[in-house]
C-alpha cells in the first residue's frame, strides 16, 4: 500500500512517524546482541561490562565507556555504536552496580582504564584499534586512561571535564559547593541505617565545612578530604593530570557549553593538546566544540530559561561516532572532509562559527569602565558602564555580604530553592534587587555588540575583614529587561596573590583583582544594553565566604563592608575580547 504523506490526515501522519521511528530502532536492536562479561582487574576485582556487537562482523574497532552511573543508561547509544559497526562497550566503574569493589571516586580510574583496554584488546571481536567516549566523571575517566598509555587507544571523545582534579572542584579559591555535596549524597556509600538530608538549603549553609559529610547524613571521608584542602597542595598531585597530557598522541574531540561548571577546564584542555603536544601532528588532530549549553543539556536548545534556538540542537552520539569513523575506521570518505579546529555558538545571533584556534585570531581588547552607582542599586540605578575611563575621584561603591544570607546563584523561586540554583541563564532581576549586589550598565547599544574569548574584570576593592569573596557576573540586558546571565568568575580575596600561599586581607587595604570570567561567544543587539554585577557569594554554586579568614574549620561569620573603587588611578573595567 503506497501512502501519500502529504494527505495522510494529521493523526495518522503523526502515528506514521512514531511507527517508523520504533522500527528503526527495532531494526537497530535486532541487529545488536548484549553479552555482560565480569572482566578482571591487575587485583582480581571484576567489572560487569556489557558488549554490544553485530555477530555479523567478525571484527571491528571498540567503543568502550566506563561509567558510576550504570551501564544500562548507555545501552541506546551503544547499540546505535554497535550498528554502526564498531563493537561497544560499557562498564561499571569498580564498585558501582554490579561491579565488585569498593568506588572511591577517581582512585582507580586510570589503571582499571589500563587493564580494561588492554583486554578489549585481545579479544577475538577486536581488531586492537579502541576509542572511549562520555562526558563528566565518564570523560574525566578517559583522561586518566590515556595518561596510562594503554596498547590500542586510538581516539578518544571527553566531553565536559577536567584533567586537574584540583580544578574539577575549586575556582578563585572557592568551591563548587553544591555540586560536590549533592553528588556525594547520591554517590558514596550509604550505611544501611542512614538517609541523605531532607534540608539541603540548611546543609549546604552549615559551618564548619570539614563537617559537611555528617550534615548530609553519614561520614563520607573522601568528600571531607576534598573539602578541607582548598590550596592545590599534595592532596591533589596524584590526580593532576594537566602537565602530563601533552605526551599523548591521540586525537581527541572536546565538547563542552559555554554554561558548564566545567567550561574552563574543557577549554584549556584543547588549548594544551591543540597548542602544546609534542607531536605537531596531534596538534592538528584535536576539535573544541563550544556550544550555549549547560552540564546536563549538551545539543539541546533550550537551557535554563533561553530557548538558542535550532541551531543549538547538536547530535554528540553522532558526532563523536563521525570522530571515531575518522580516526578508528579511517574512512576515506570522512578523512577527505577536513574538520574545523574549533566549533563555537555565538549566543543571541545563535549562529556556529568556525576558526582554526581558541580564543579566535581577529579579537582585541575593548574596554567598559565602571561609574559610580552610590550603593547596590537596580538598572535603574546609577552604575554606568561605558567606554570612558574614570577622569575625576568618584566614591566607592560599598555592599555589605552577610554570610547568613549570601548572594544567591539565581533567583529563588516556588519551584527552585536555593539549593536548586542551575548554571544555565535564567532572569537575574531578582537577585540584582538585592542590596548586596552592585549593578553597572550601559546605554542602549546603537549597534550590535559582538565577543568572543575569555572576558576579565579589573577591580580595585578592599573589605573590613580577613577574607571576601568578589563575584563578577556578564550580563545581556534586552529591551524588555530580561537579565540574562552570559558568564560569571570569583576570586577570593585571601586567594587574589596566589592559590599555594594565600594571605589574609588588611582591612580597608585596597588591591588590584582580576576576575576571569571563563569562555564566551555572544553578540549583544542594537537596544541590548551590557550589564555587569558585583557581589560577595554566588551561593551555592560556590561556597559562601565566611569573611574570618578561618577556612574550612571554621565556624564563625562576621559581615564584610566590600567596596569597590572607580576613578582615574583605579579604573575598574570589563575587558572584552571584540572583533577589530
Known sequence: MKISLSCAPRSRLLSLILLSGIMANVAVASSVNRETLQVPMRDGVLLATDVYRDPAITRAPVLLMRTPYNKDGARSVAERYAAAGYVAVVQDCRGRFKSAGDFIPYNDEGQDGYDTI??????????????????????????????????????IAPSATWTSFYRNLYLGGAVRLSLIAR?????????????????????????????????????????TGMLTHPQPVGYWTRLELADRITDLELPIQHVVGYY???????????????EHARNPETRRRQQLVLGPWDHGTIGKSQVGEVDFGSNAKWDSAGENLLWFDRYLKQDPA???KPFPAVRYFSMGDNVWKEVDRWPPPGMETTAFYLHYGGHANTRQGDGRL????????????????????????CPVTSNRPLNAAPWAPVDQRVVEDRKDVLVYTSQP??????????????????????DADWVARLIDVRPDGFAQNLAVGILRGSFRDSELHTTPLTPDQAYKVTIDLGPVAAQLGKGHR?????SGGYFPLFDRNANTGEGPFGTSTRIATEKVQHDSTAA????LPCPK
Do not use: C
Request: charged share 25%; no cysteine.
Open 118 to 155: 588492554e583486554w578489549l584488546g585481545k579479544q577475538p571481536w577486536s581488531n586492537g584499534r579502541i576509542g572511549m567516549w562520555g562526558g563528566s566523571y565518564v570523560g574525566a575517566v578517559q583522561w586518566q586512561a590515556a595518561v596510562e598509555k594503554p596498547p590500542g587507544l586510538m581516539a
Open 183 to 223: 553528588w556525594a549524597g547520591g554517590n558514596s556509600t550509604k550505611p544501611k541505617d542512614a538517609a541523605v538530608t531532607t534540608d539541603w538549603d540548611r546543609t549546604l549553609l552549615h559551618l564548619p565545612l570539614s563537617d559537611l559529610d555528617r550534615e548530609i547524613g553519614w561520614p563520607i571521608p573522601w568528600l
Open 260 to 274: 558548564d561548571f566545567f567550561s574552563r577546564e574543557s577549554v584549556g584542555n584543547f588549548v594544551r593538546m591543540h
Open 334 to 336: 570522512v578523512v577527505a
Open 386 to 409: 561605558d567606554r570612558t575611563p574614570p577622569k575625576d575621584r568618584e566614591s566607592a561603591d560599598t555592599f555589605r555580604a552577610n554570610p547568613a544570607d549570601p548572594t544567591p546563584a
Open 445 to 466: 547599544l546603537t549597534e550590535p555588540l559582538t565577543f568572543v574569548g575569555e572576558p576579565k574584570v579589573e577591580l580595585f576593592v578592599s573589605a573590613d575583614t580577613p
Open 530 to 534: 551590557l550589564g555587569l554585577d558585583i
Open 572 to 575: 575598574a573595567r570589563l575587558l
